[in-house]
């Protein structure tokens, strides 16, 4: 039976994606959240920290996979983090609580890469990166705790859950976060200034991606692992050593080797003595057909993946994670947290410089005015001006728009390994940053033009 779906924050930036992708597809789905903005499918008017409320809901849309999205942005003003915690902590235990009392199958949770974020960089980071027990922010905590809740009631009472962890996530109908913010940028001036030398790279990820990654997840979720969780043997091992070995559906998940991400730079094969481009010749090879059917072909999978013990896909890893956590597995997506982003890390403030550059065709007359020499601050003297600014906010009791944070934010690497979504969900992103950036700017240019209406 097809799955019947309620988005949670469906009229929302992710949410509404994910809503228009499963149409597209010609899925059942609803949405529940306090502001109806769209009415090309059933509305609810819910507040999600009310069991009884979204109990109801899920009662009259008979659902059975709910997509989680409603949050607070990431950004609001806030002195403390009372809203981030009834949202998205209370928020979100109550939907769990009224998934299980109304016997609905899935829940997909977003949560957010910025819940293993110290402050300091992270490189290649996978979903083995601990959640910090110092809060970095009030939203990545409550977005930590809120998943922690998630993944705690994976099989509880016939509830199936995972949690993905986009990162950086732009694209259409983003009118409240990061294009609005570059947009206040480009307005004032102020695109000259960077921050640091732009050699930490970024994870950035465009929300088509985010919402294909969401629904391959509920699509997967029931899916059987590929070898029995421990719990189901008659002895559970005591040590890595005991566990027993990969079996081949296993193996065949994680035993040969990812191509590129190449959404961007397009797909690129190197030449081999079986594959390759013809040349110049005077008589074809033999096999001529062959060679160029396989350049031109997809990348096989008989290519194996060199790992070593500290691979987070290797045996003795995917050993130790099931003794972990013995009831479930790490190549299965039930009770799993995943990163999702685009695979294409690049410095900070190249993507801010591309929007800038759209900004400049759309509005000639102040890409004139507009300075397009670089200062560059060191990230050093950028604290000390944002720790002044703070402290005048302070003084004056007003919110600071330059702080100590947002200059970490944009001076630290961090990016993350997909191979795990890429491998467990079958995740490959299918927009590329250019692309991204261009069909972003083209729904801001529309999204303009209605404002001036």
């Not at 008989?302 to 691979?311: G, H, L, M, S």
């Not at 934010?409 to 969900?425: G, Q």
């Amino acid at each position: 039976m097809p799955d019947i779906y309620l988005v949670i924050g469906g009229s929302g930036f992710v949410g509404r994606h994910i809503v228009q992708q499963l149409l597209d597809r010609g899925d059942t789905v609803s949405v529940l959240d306090l502001v109806q903005r769209y009415h090309d499918v059933p509305f609810y008017h819910a507040d999600i920290t009310d069991q009884a409320q979204v109990a109801e809901v899920l009662r009259k849309t008979g659902t059975t996979c709910i997509i989680h999205t409603a949050s607070p942005p990431a950004a609001l003003k806030l002195e403390t983090g009372d809203l981030y915690y009834r949202v998205n902590v209370l928020g979100t235990k109550s939907i769990i609580a009224a998934a299980q009392a109304t016997g609905v199958r899935k829940l997909v949770f977003t949560s957010s890469a910025g819940v293993v974020w110290t402050g300091a960089s992270l490189i290649d980071v996978d979903e083995r990166t601990p959640v910090p027990e110092k809060p970095n922010d009030p939203y990545t905590h409550s977005k930590a705790q809120a998943e922690e809740a998630v993944l705690a009631a994976n099989g509880k009472d016939g509830l199936l859950t995972v949690a993905l962890r986009p990162a950086g996530i732009f694209g259409p109908g983003d009118n409240q976060q990061l294009l609005p913010g570059l947009y206040q940028v480009y307005e004032r001036g102020q695109t000259h200034f960077q921050i640091g030398d732009n050699t930490n790279m970024f994870d950035w990820t465009y929300v088509g991606n985010v919402a294909a990654a969401h629904l391959l997840a509920a699509d997967r979720l029931d899916t059987p692992p590929p070898a029995p969780v421990l719990s189901d043997l008659p002895e559970v091992p005591k040590s890595p050593e005991e566990v027993p070995p990969l079996t081949a559906a296993e193996e065949d998940l994680v035993r040969y080797a990812l191509p590129p991400v190449s959404a961007t730079t397009g797909a690129h094969r190197t030449p081999t003595s079986a594959a390759r481009p013809l040349g110049p010749y005077v008589t074809p090879p033999p096999n001529a057909e062959g060679l160029l059917a396989a350049f031109n072909g997809p990348a096989p999978r008989n290519i194996p993946a060199v790992r070593t013990r500290f691979d987070p896909l290797s045996d003795p890893t995917i050993a130790r994670s099931k003794l972990h956590a013995p009831h479930t597995s790490p190549l299965q997506v039930a009770g799993q947290v995943f990163f999702i982003t685009n695979g294409e890390p690049v410095g900070f403030w190249d993507l801010p410089r591309l929007v800038w550059y759209h900004f400049d065709k759309m509005y000639p007359e102040k890409a004139k005015a507009r300075r397009k020499g670089i200062w560059v601050l060191p990230k050093d003297l950028g604290m000390a001006l944002a720790t002044g600014a703070e402290w005048w906010g302070w003084l004056t009791r007003t919110d600071p728009t330059f702080t100590r944070f947002k200059v970490g934010y944009s001076c630290e690497s961090r990016w993350f390994n997909i191979e795990k979504a890429r491998r467990v969900l079958g995740y490959e992103p299918r927009v590329g940053l250019e692309e991204g950036i261009r069909l972003t700017m083209e729904a801001w240019k529309e999204f303009k033009a209605t404002q001036k209406q």
